[in-house]
């Protein structure tokens, strides 16, 4: 976040608030793996998977809508 100058306030609070979001979806995780006491690797590759999955409802569930931005034209 320095390299990027990101370091007011409202920046850190949000990465803070990102970082507690990510912990919680990790201790999901690893209660559905069955082991709700620890967080490791696998934990974080499920974490990853699930973050992966919901990329990709959010982008199709928001294609008619998509912002005039991302729109590549030829």
């Known amino acids: 976040m320095a390299v990027t100058d990101r370091l007011t306030p409202p920046d850190l609070?949000?990465?803070?608030?990102?970082?507690r979001a990510f912990v919680q979806l990790m201790k999901r995780e690893a209660a559905a793996l069955g082991h709700p006491t620890r967080l490791y690797e696998e934990t974080l590759e499920a974490t990853h998977r699930r973050l992966e999955q919901q990329g990709l409802l959010t982008a199709v569930t928001l294609w008619p809508f998509w912002p005039h931005q991302f729109i590549v034209s030829k």
Not at 13 to 19: D, G, Y
């Open 13 to 19: 609070a949000f990465a803070a608030a990102n970082i």
